[in-house]
């Protein structure tokens, strides 16, 4: 595809239950990116895959959350028995080369809302 | 720590007139500093980015201004339009090496009125 892809755009669950986030990455991009949008914020950074190796998971809030790239390319982010304050747009970023000098390109989010 | 630090939180300007956000950081070791713009259900979108190697730099309306002495740097939009108006995003990071995860400002919300 032209761009990074998104599924789903929008997810409802209950407080408690397992979510699972696709990307689909630019086709190439070696880096890939996780980035938590809560309402009016900026994103804030979750974790780093360099092709299937995830580099950088620092970002992550709990390990409820995880993160994966088994092949290289489509990343799926997992989270774990929900909670209300995981309500947030989940954005992906990919970039053509693992060494950070090429800009970022982002998908358009999944928006998980919790009740 | 905010470590990137962005003002105004919500800007209304003139259509025509000259839009200017402000960023701040902390971490002298950023070395390459992006502009994003955001439509309401859309992911970011890069407009103009900056390596502190130079002092501005000018894309079309846009302008980035950096101090390095500061750690400050700044997005002008000449000739504001009213399809200008989103949310505009500074952000950070190390240039090169093998992460560049972004660090971003908190936003401006930038309304062109026409």
């Known amino acids: 595809g032209a761009g990074v892809s998104q599924s789903p755009r929008y997810k409802v669950a209950k407080r408690g239950q397992d979510v699972a986030l696709r990307c689909d990455p630019i086709s190439g991009h070696v880096s890939l990116f996780w980035y938590q949008q809560a309402l009016g914020q900026g994103p804030e950074f979750l974790t780093y895959?360099?092709?299937?190796?995830?580099?950088?998971k620092s970002g992550l809030p709990s390990d409820r959350f995880f993160a994966e790239r088994p092949e290289g390319s489509v990343s799926t982010l997992k989270i774990q028995r929900t909670q209300q304050e995981d309500s947030a747009v989940y954005l992906c970023?990919?970039?053509?080369?693992?060494?950070?000098?090429?800009?970022?390109?982002f998908g358009d989010g999944t928006r998980l809302s919790i009740l | 720590q905010q470590q990137v630090k962005q003002s105004p939180q919500s800007l209304i300007v003139q259509k025509g007139g000259i839009s200017i956000i402000n960023c701040a950081y902390e971490?002298?070791?950023?070395?390459?500093f992006p502009w994003y713009q955001q439509f309401p259900g859309k992911g970011p979108a890069l407009l103009i980015a900056?390596?502190?190697?130079?002092s501005e730099k000018k894309e079309g309306r846009f302008t980035i201004s950096f101090n390095k002495s500061a750690k400050q740097f700044s997005l002008h939009i000449m000739d504001s339009q009213p399809g200008d108006s989103a949310t505009y995003f500074c952000a950070a990071s190390k240039y090169g090496g093998s992460q560049g995860n972004l660090i971003f400002g908190k936003g401006t919300k930038l309304s062109v009125k026409p």
């Open positions: 970023a990919s970039s053509p080369t693992g060494d950070g000098s090429q800009p970022q390109h």
């Open positions: 971490n002298t070791a950023f070395d390459y």
């Open positions: 900056i390596r502190p190697d130079v």
């Open positions: 895959f360099q092709n299937e190796a995830q580099l950088d």
